[in-house]
């Protein structure tokens, strides 16, 4: 358990492998594969908010636009956005969370 607050020092979309590559300040490098990180996108649309469930589960079947990274912008200083090959750009994805899928946190 830590409470430093990591930041990213440079990410990269790797097309080849379909892959969303992150080099943080501690120097640990982190991968997500486009379909896992698209399953898991925190917007209300797809996880749900309140009392609506969501459009996202496990059992999802994705189109092959909807699981292609085209660009990831920063949020703030604590997350980014990716924008999908179909518009989805509402999710945020927080350091902390990417952190911790990665299990570094
Ligand atoms: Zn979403």
Do not use: N
Request: charged share 30%; with cysteine.
């Amino acid at each position: 358990m830590s409470d430093v607050f990591h930041r990213p020092r440079d990410w990269k979309i790797e097309p080849a492998e379909k892959r969303f590559v992150v080099t943080w300040d501690d120097g640990a490098v982190t991968e997500y594969g486009w379909e896992e990180m698209r399953r898991a996108c925190p917007c209300a649309y797809c996880a749900g908010e309140g009392t609506f469930k969501g459009t996202v589960d496990a059992t999802t079947k994705f189109t092959e636009r909807q699981t292609t990274m085209t660009e990831v912008h920063p949020v703030g200083r604590y997350g980014v956005t990716p924008v999908w090959g179909d518009g989805h750009d509402t999710g945020i994805y927080t350091y902390k969370m990417l952190r911790r899928a990665a299990g570094l946190e």
